[in-house]
C-alpha cells in the first residue's frame, strides 16, 4: 500500500513537470518568433530594457548597483529566486524523505549527476580552447552542467507504461542533485566580489530563518518577509541573489510539531462526533444550518488538517502553479529570443556554440552513463528495477536536456562581461543540444523499451 502511494504521488509531480514543459516550449518558440520578425524584434529587445521600480519614499527595492532593475534583470535576478526557492525546497524533501534520503537510494542518481556534470565542463573548455582561446568565452564552462527537469521527465512521460517506475524515479533524482551542483556552482563561480556590509545583513536574516525554524514557527509569511529582505540584501552583497532562494528554503521547518498521528487521530476523534444523518438525493443540496459546536469541530479539522502538512510541503505547493506557469514560461520568453539574422553556421560548429552543444549532447550522455555503468558493474549501486542497459542509455541521453538553468548559467555567465555574441551562441548551443537530446534519446527509448509495457504509468 505505501508503495502504491508513493508511486501515484511520483507520478503526480511528473504530471506537473509534463504540462510545465509544455508551456516551456510554446514560450520558446514564440519568443524566437517575436525575436527574429522585423516588425517586432526591436520591440522585443527593449521590452526587457525598461525598468522596474517598487519604492517607498526615496528605497526603492528592485535595484541593481543603485540603479532601478530591467525588466530582464528583474525576471533573471528576482523571479528566477523564487524558482531556486523552490528548487531548494524539493532538495530539501527529498533529502529528507525521498529519493535522496538514504546511501542506497541516493547514490546511483549523485554517482550519475557528477559524471553529469564533470564531464560536460571538460567537453566545453576542450572545444573552447582548441576553437576560441579566449578566457572570457571559457566563464560559460558550467552552462551544460544542467538536466531540465521539466523538459526531461515530459520528454519520458510518452512512453507512459513502457518505462519502468526505476528509471523514472533515477531521472527525477538525478536532476535534483544536478540542481544543487549549479546551485553550489553558482556560489562559487560567480561571486567576483563581496560587500561585506551587505553580507553581514544577509547572515542577519539567516540567523533569524534559523532561529524561526527552531522555534517551529509555521507562518508563512514570517519566511517570506524575512527572506524577502535576505534576498535584498544578497543582491548587495556580491554573491548572485538566486542563492537566496535556497538559503530561505533550507530554513524553512520540514517537520510536525506534534507529530502526524496526533493530527490524524484529532481529525478522527473530530469527525465521529458528527451524527450519521441519512439524506436523500433529493435533500441533498438543501441548506444546513449547523450549530455552534459542529462550526468549532469543523474549524479544529481545518486547523488540524493544515498542521499536518509542513511549512515546507505547504509551500511548495503553493509555489507550484505561479512558477510552472508565470514564471519558468517568462523566463523562456526573456531569455530564449535568439536572433538568427547576425548568426551563421559557424556560430554551431566553433567557438561557445559549439562548446555548449556537444556538451549537451555527448558530454552529459558519456559523463552520466560511464559514472552510472561503473558504479553498477563494480556492485556499488544496483541497476533500476525492470530496466536494461539500452533503455537505461537512453534515459543518459535524455539528461543532456538541459534548458532553464543551462539558459540561467548563459545568462550570468556573459551579461555581466557584456558578451552578447556570446551569449547568442550560447543560447544557440543550449537550443540545438536539447533539442538532439531529445531526439536522440526518444530514438533509443522507442528502440529499447516493450512495445507494451506493463510497469506503472
Not at 16 to 39: E, G, Q, R, W
Not at 132 to 159: H, K, N, Q, W, Y
Not at 307 to 319: A, G, K, M, T, V
Not at 360 to 370: E, I, S
Request: include cysteine; proline fraction near 4%; charged fraction near 10%.
Amino acid at each position: 500500500m505505501a508503495q502504491s502511494f508513493n508511486n501515484y504521488a511520483f507520478i503526480s509531480t511528473i504530471r506537473k513537470y509534463v504540462n510545465s514543459s509544455i508551456l516551456l516550449v510554446a514560450s520558446t518558440l514564440l519568443a524566437l518568433v517575436v525575436a527574429n520578425m522585423d516588425a517586432t524584434r526591436e520591440l522585443y529587445k527593449h521590452l526587457w530594457t525598461l525598468p522596474v521600480q517598487l519604492s517607498l519614499g526615496g528605497f526603492n527595492i528592485f535595484t541593481h548597483a543603485g540603479h532601478p532593475m530591467t525588466l530582464g534583470a528583474f525576471i533573471n535576478d528576482f523571479l528566477m529566486a523564487i524558482f531556486f526557492l523552490s528548487v531548494g525546497l524539493e532538495i530539501k524533501r527529498e533529502v529528507l524523505c525521498g529519493e535522496l534520503s538514504s546511501v542506497k537510494k541516493a547514490l546511483l542518481p549523485v554517482i550519475g549527476a557528477c559524471g553529469g556534470m564533470i564531464v560536460p565542463v571538460i567537453v566545453f573548455f576542450f572545444l573552447c580552447g582548441l576553437t576560441l582561446s579566449d578566457p572570457i568565452a571559457e566563464r560559460g564552462m558550467a552552462i551544460p552542467m544542467a538536466t531540465d527537469i521539466a523538459f526531461s521527465l515530459g520528454v519520458l512521460s510518452m512512453f507512459s507504461k513502457r518505462v519502468p517506475i526505476g528509471l523514472k524515479v533515477f531521472l527525477a533524482a538525478l536532476a535534483v542533485a544536478d540542481d544543487l551542483g549549479g546551485i553550489l556552482v553558482i556560489a562559487i563561480k560567480y561571486t567576483d566580489h563581496l560587500n561585506t556590509t551587505y553580507l553581514l545583513y544577509a547572515l542577519l536574516c539567516v540567523a533569524i530563518l534559523a532561529v524561526g525554524n527552531l522555534r517551529q514557527v509555521r507562518a508563512t509569511i514570517f519566511y517570506m518577509g524575512i527572506g524577502l529582505a535576505l534576498w535584498y540584501f544578497m543582491q548587495g552583497s556580491g554573491i548572485h541573489s538566486t542563492i537566496a532562494g535556497v538559503l530561505l528554503a533550507f530554513c524553512v521547518p520540514a517537520n510536525l510539531s506534534n507529530g502526524t498521528k496526533f493530527y490524524i487521530e484529532r481529525i478522527r476523534h473530530n469527525i465521529g462526533l458528527f451524527p450519521v444523518i441519512e439524506v436523500t438525493r433529493e435533500e441533498r443540496n438543501k441548506p444546513a444550518v449547523l450549530s455552534d459546536d459542529q462550526i468549532s469541530l469543523l474549524k479544529s479539522i481545518e486547523s488540524a488538517s493544515d498542521h499536518l502538512i509542513s511549512p515546507l510541503q505547504n509551500l511548495e505547493d503553493q509555489l507550484k502553479s505561479p512558477i510552472n506557469y508565470i514564471i519558468i514560461p517568462l523566463f523562456a520568453f526573456a531569455n530564449a529570443g535568439v536572433d538568427f539574422s547576425n548568426m551563421g553556421i559557424e556560430s554551431l560548429v566553433s567557438g561557445v556554440g559549439l562548446s555548449v552543444f556537444m556538451g549537451l549532447l555527448v558530454g552529459k550522455f558519456v559523463g552520466v552513463f560511464t559514472f552510472s555503468w561503473v558504479s553498477i558493474r563494480t556492485g556499488l549501486v544496483q541497476m533500476p528495477g525492470n530496466a536494461n542497459w539500452a533503455a537505461f542509455a537512453g534515459v543518459c541521453m535524455l539528461c543532456g536536456i538541459g534548458f532553464t538553468v543551462s539558459t540561467f548559467m548563459a545568462d550570468i555567465s556573459y551579461s555581466p562581461v557584456g558578451h552578447i555574441d556570446y551569449l547568442n551562441d550560447a543560447k544557440l548551443g543550449i537550443l540545438c543540444g536539447t533539442v538532439a537530446s531529445a531526439l536522440m534519446g526518444s530514438l533509443m527509448l522507442n528502440h529499447s523499451l516493450p512495445k507494451k509495457g506493463d510497469f506503472p504509468a
